[in-house]
């Protein structure tokens, strides 16, 4: 094993014995722990690429134009934006988390069956997202771009809590 490797495992093993908590009424509250850590890291690499492409489809393909679907319904330019960066980002955020945060073991439910888990919870967030963009940029009239970024920003605890209890439970 060279030096690299060694360094590597230590800092591993440091991250993962590494728990950050406070005390609230007697009671640990754990902050951060290695799997919110690797949750933060690799939800934070999927959270760039979805509002890089929000931004790059936004102004690039739909340049701020509505887009008419098969000549059946016309979408708003930031709704298209959404849409088209959630397809990405869905399959992305899913190999993430359960190749790489949400371990599992030999009695968990099989790819497919988390993929579906995963499916339905991150419907959850798109209508969450939908619903709040529009207040956003409709209602308060502020620009697409940065309303997404607030969206994802407060939609992301929601997301963690329903992939750690449901998508990804060990007792499910």
């Known amino acids: 094993m060279n030096s690299n490797d060694s360094k590597l495992k230590s800092l591993k093993?440091?991250?993962?014995?590494?728990?950050?908590?406070?005390?609230?009424?007697?009671?640990k509250v754990n902050l951060l722990n290695y799997q919110k850590f690797k949750y933060v890291f690799f939800g934070g690499f999927n959270v760039l690429?979805?509002?890089?492409?929000?931004y790059l489809i936004f102004h690039y393909v739909t340049f701020k134009n509505n887009v008419e679907v098969l000549?059946?319904?016309?979408?708003?330019?930031?709704?298209?934006a959404?849409?088209?960066s959630f397809v990405v980002t869905f399959f992305t955020g899913f190999l993430f988390n359960f190749f790489f945060v949400f371990k599992q073991n030999?009695?968990?439910p099989k790819f497919g069956n988390r993929l579906l888990?995963?499916?339905a919870t991150n419907m959850g967030s798109l209508v969450l997202n939908y619903f709040l963009l529009k207040l956003f940029v409709e209602?308060?009239?502020?620009?697409?771009?940065?309303?997404?970024?607030?969206?994802t920003?407060?939609?992301?605890?929601?997301?963690?809590?329903?992939?750690r209890k449901f998508t990804f439970s060990k007792k499910f």
């Not at 093993?13 to 009671?27: G, P």
């Open 106 to 108: 030999e009695h968990a």
């Open 117 to 119: 888990r995963y499916f």
């Open 82 to 84: 959404l849409l088209t």
């Open 139 to 151: 209602l308060l009239h502020w620009y697409p771009t940065p309303s997404q970024v607030l969206c």
């Open 49 to 54: 690429l979805n509002w890089t492409l929000f």
């Open 153 to 163: 920003s407060l939609i992301t605890i929601y997301s963690y809590l329903a992939q």
């Open 71 to 80: 000549g059946l319904i016309t979408i708003s330019p930031y709704i298209f």
């Open 13 to 27: 093993r440091y991250i993962s014995d590494t728990d950050v908590s406070i005390s609230v009424r007697n009671r």
